[in-house]
């Protein structure tokens, strides 16, 4: 396996567009109930509006141009266990300043390294010499934008955290902080578990995928949640965060149930019809966000890169199935494989599924600079105290505005928050080893 870095260029066939175009045209739209709202799912008015911009107004050649501004790179990077090398592709843009620290940001779905762009210029081109500098190394997963898929079952989170963690000691950052929302959460949690704190130094992370307090494993947390659950009362914030968790768990988790137990069937629809890949994407963009006005042009550009991938959209719900047929791993303590029920233990998965004891693992302890932050409109919104435990923590904010794509919708609030974390006072700073340091 060469482990050389190859400049990349995004080229999307002139057929492929015209194929793309004809699937548009030829759509056939279901019917739609009166008065249906957004409850049934992405409005048909919305929809016929969209595949008509997609096929007659959006520019995608622009589009490509802009991102083809940015530094792209593929790499061949595998993971142990048996599976087979993959052309990984990443944005890579490097600060000029010499103490800059590697960041490496790990999107999610139905998200993909655009999330980063908005991350970029700030980030690596602070306005003065005290505010920290960052080199940033967004990859797309495998599976999803310009990386390949693997073909072989059982490849998940833990696999492609190995994977990031090849692509940044080959770009030369033996120490490191990662980013990470939604997967990002998962495979930068499993990036900790394996390889802090030699390597992995700091976590920011803006989901609230938290383990539900128990007394064996954080008595603490659990007395402090008792307190308020029958005496002192929830915040008022913690009570919105509750309710928002419970309407995901009862109302937008269709698309879990689907992903992760029978991806290949979504399959067929997201592989043939571009409509059916824009629906089913565009009901969590609008869902998920705190109220973001959307472009047609960002959506059609957030979609084809869907429609576009290397792999094809389907692959990009297989870490689904993966991640909750995934055994925990051996290492794992006996109290994380054990699932506290109750009334407030609403996972990424809704909670009392296959996967609880592989999702605890990753939220016990790890030797790691810790940020939290919490956006108000995001789709999990447990009580923040419940997070403490993931690691040491020096940095937590409570955001007014912004929802599941944090980096897209509110940029700056993650910007400020890195910025604040390694800045001058913040808890992380000089923990990281950089050439300027």
Request: hydrophobic content about 35%; overall charge negative; charged content about 20%.
């Amino acid at each position: 396996m060469g482990d050389e870095i190859r400049p990349f260029t995004i080229s999307i066939p002139d057929a492929d567009l015209s194929d793309l175009h004809q699937r548009l045209r030829r759509t056939r739209f279901p019917t739609e109930l009166e008065d249906a709202g957004n409850d049934h799912g992405a409005p048909l008015a919305d929809i016929r509006r969209l595949v008509t911009y997609w096929a007659e107004e959006y520019d995608w050649r622009k589009a490509e141009a802009e991102l083809n501004a940015l530094p792209h790179f593929t790499t061949t990077l595998q993971a142990s266990g048996g599976f087979e090398a993959l052309d990984v592709h990443f944005v890579h843009m490097r600060s000029k300043r010499a103490d800059a620290i590697p960041l490496l940001f790990a999107h999610g779905w139905p998200g993909s390294f655009l999330e980063a762009t908005k991350l970029l210029n700030p980030l690596t081109a602070p306005p003065d010499d005290s505010t920290p500098a960052f080199h940033v190394v967004a990859p797309s997963l495998p599976g999803y934008g310009f990386s390949e898929a693997s073909k072989k079952r059982g490849f998940g989170a833990d696999e492609i955290g190995e994977m990031f963690h090849q692509l940044m000691l080959r770009l030369g950052y033996d120490e490191y902080a990662t980013q990470g929302g939604d997967w990002g959460f998962m495979i930068t949690r499993a990036m900790g578990r394996r390889y802090a704190p030699e390597h992995v130094k700091a976590q920011h992370v803006n989901l609230n995928h938290f383990p539900q307090p128990s007394f064996w494993r954080n008595p603490g947390t659990f007395f402090r949640t008792m307190l308020a659950a029958l005496v002192t009362g929830f915040s008022e914030r913690e009570k919105r965060g509750f309710a928002r968790s419970r309407w995901f768990k009862d109302e937008g988790m269709g698309y879990f149930a689907m992903q992760s137990t029978r991806p290949q069937t979504i399959g067929y629809a997201l592989a043939d019809s571009p409509t059916a890949l824009l629906a089913w994407i565009y009901e969590k963009l609008v869902d998920w966000t705190d109220s973001y006005p959307w472009t047609p042009d960002e959506l059609c550009t957030w979609i084809s890169i869907y429609w576009f991938s290397t792999a094809g959209p389907r692959a990009a719900v297989q870490l689904y199935y993966e991640f909750t047929h995934a055994s925990p791993s051996p290492s794992s303590s006996t109290h994380a494989q054990t699932q506290s029920k109750g009334n407030y233990g609403i996972g990424k998965d809704g909670g009392g599924s296959a996967n609880d004891a592989r999702s605890k693992e990753l939220t016990e302890f790890q030797d790691v600079k810790l940020a939290l932050a919490h956006f108000p409109r995001d789709v999990l919104l447990l009580p923040g105290y419940w997070g403490h435990g993931l690691g040491n923590l020096v940095y937590e904010k409570y955001h007014d505005k912004g929802g599941h794509f944090a980096a897209w919708e509110c940029p700056e609030a993650i910007v400020d928050d890195l910025r604040t974390m390694f800045g001058p006072n913040g808890g992380a700073r000089g923990v990281i080893k950089t050439k300027g340091s």
